[in-house]
């Protein structure tokens, strides 16, 4: 008789514990805004867009270097995309997008008139961080830590790409001009503009994003099977 109590209170407690899982998931559905985002991933984009704002503002952002500018503005939008998913990536993206359109109008550089279009500094950053989750996601048998290394070191090869690829593709003779170089250079030169500057951002970004991206899926329990 005893024994079947103590079943009986196993299965109560048990039923209660499975209420409450999925109140809370319930309750976490019906936190989404109207921006397609829940409160948390709503949070997350705000802080991480601030940091972009930061980093840009203080100068550490955006860094020139040669013709072009270096940046380090991609990696709150690689941490947002793999740790909380290609919506909040593509948020914060956004905001580097919207800030480095701002930046070549007020500080200008030679190649700034090639980043006053929305399809060349805005665009990209919008779609980097999406196709960084594609890779996390397609290296699911691969450890955390080498997964979110190649994940992020990808993303900012993609971003590159991107990038420069729509500047050949759109303004091949406008580069051509501001470089005083022949039409027939400009593929070289925009290729070896790729690599110096988007490789040493791609291993930055691998070796800044992989700690952080970690400690907060651990903290947001993001690997914990549900």
């Not at 203080?58 to 991609?74: E, W």
């Not at 900012?156 to 729509?166: E, K, N, R, S």
């Amino acid at each position: 008789f005893m024994n079947e109590n103590v079943k009986d209170g196993n299965q109560q407690v048990s039923i209660q514990e499975q209420q409450a899982t999925q109140l809370e998931r319930k309750q976490n559905k019906e936190t989404v805004t109207k921006s397609g985002l829940t409160l948390r991933e709503l949070t997350i984009v705000g802080l991480l867009a601030a940091i972009t704002i930061i980093l840009g503002l203080s100068g550490y952002g955006i860094m020139a270097l040669g013709p072009l500018n270096v940046t380090t503005l991609h990696v709150p939008a690689l941490i947002g995309a793999l740790v909380e998913g290609p919506k909040v990536g593509a948020f914060v993206g956004l905001i580097f997008g919207v800030y480095s359109f701002w930046q070549n109008f007020t500080a200008p550089n030679i190649l700034s008139p090639l980043f006053i279009n929305p399809l060349v500094s805005v665009l990209p950053r919008i779609i980097f961080p999406v196709l960084a989750v594609l890779v996390y996601k397609a290296l699911w048998k691969v450890p955390q830590g080498p997964r979110l290394i190649v994940s992020a070191f990808m993303g900012t090869i993609f971003h590159t790409c991107m990038v420069m690829g729509l500047i050949y593709v759109i303004y091949a003779d406008m580069f051509a001009q501001a470089m005083h170089l022949s039409s027939d250079q400009v593929m070289g030169t925009i290729l070896v503009l790729s690599v110096t500057h988007g490789i040493p951002e791609a291993i930055f970004a691998g070796v800044i994003v992989t700690p952080i991206a970690l400690a907060l899926r651990k903290a947001l329990r993001k690997d914990v099977q549900k």
